[in-house]
């Protein structure tokens, strides 16, 4: 049974990640708002749902574990295959906004996590916790990031000559489109999750193991598929913004609502997955900033190295 909920889950995230950009799109053009903002926003916050339910919901169960791992190992899969597959299928054009700012507080984000995570080592306090206080600070960080993007709302429009939308019904069909697909992407997420896990523990995985790869991958689905159709679609600033959006929502909003729930203990090994995070991000930013575009070769390399660091993992683990 839980194979056939797995392939109901793949086809859910598969068709309504293709409603959900056209939706999107479509919506954004007719507000005449950039697409990178639709994708830093609505695209992120929305692909970000599954990741934000497991780790609560693990949070809660007292399995940090899952609740941390899932995040970071979320993060490090949307930055490195997501990304890589994205620009091999279609190059990725990155705006110079993006690059001076975006990807910045996304670097910022996963190194103010690195810092909740190491109390062992700055305080000599053993266990490490990420603390109630510290997911209070998480979220402060995100009420910064959500105020500039209020800012770049308001500066971002743009006269168009006609706007796409000029019918009642063609905005609740793609309102419909947006929302719908966004419905099937978080319930094909979840419902991968939970049946991938579920085999994944029968197979003798443990708990770290599980959150940093199989939950990992599967809570990563929705950005994953969103940001290929995105790319399929010439829509490189949705598919773009989705991942920096996103990855900015998992540590600020995810693990800060998360700690501030129920405060996470940090497996010591879980501060190198942080480093290999904040590394990766870096990398990200030397690739855009290269001709601001994300190539082929600069893909391949993003998505050889997720297979090098799952193998890695796999070995520690």
Do not use: C
Request: aromatic share 8%; no cysteine; net charge neutral.
């Amino acid at each position: 049974m839980s194979y056939i909920l797995l392939l109901v889950g793949f086809v859910l995230l598969i068709k309504g990640a293709d409603y959900f950009v056209d939706g999107a799109s479509r919506i954004a053009k007719a507000l005449q708002i950039s697409p990178l903002l639709i994708g830093l926003t609505i695209v992120s916050f929305g692909t970000s749902s599954p990741e934000a339910t497991v780790s609560i919901v693990a949070a809660l169960e007292g399995n940090a574990g899952i609740a941390l791992g899932n995040v970071i190992g979320s993060n490090i899969l949307n930055i490195t295959l997501v990304m890589g597959i994205t620009a091999i299928i279609s190059p990725l054009t990155v705006q110079n906004v993006t690059i001076r700012k975006e990807i910045p507080f996304m670097l910022l984000a996963s190194t103010v996590l690195l810092i909740a995570m190491n109390d062992s080592f700055l305080q000599g306090i053993s266990p490490a916790v990420v603390s109630r206080s510290e997911g209070f600070i998480l979220l402060l960080f995100l009420s910064i990031f959500i105020y500039y993007i209020i800012e770049v709302a308001r500066n971002s429009k743009e006269p168009q000559a006609e706007l796409t939308l000029t019918e009642p019904s063609s905005w609740t069909k793609n309102a419909l489109y947006t929302f719908g697909g966004l419905g099937a992407i978080i319930l094909g997420g979840e419902l991968v999750v939970n049946n991938a896990t579920t085999l994944a523990y029968s197979f003798g995985m443990n708990e770290t193991l599980v959150g940093l790869t199989i939950i990992a991958i599967g809570t990563s689905l929705p950005e994953l598929i969103t940001s290929i159709t995105a790319a399929v679609k010439k829509e490189s600033e949705i598919a773009i913004g989705n991942v920096v959006g996103s990855n900015i929502f998992n540590i600020l909003f995810v693990l800060g609502t998360t700690a501030v729930v129920s405060p996470l203990l940090v497996d010591t090994r879980m501060i190198y997955d942080g480093i290999i995070m904040i590394i990766f991000t870096a990398l990200l930013l030397i690739f855009s900033r290269t001709n601001y575009k994300i190539g082929r070769v600069e893909g391949l390399v993003l998505g050889v190295s997720y297979l090098v660091y799952l193998v890695y993992i796999i070995i520690r683990n």
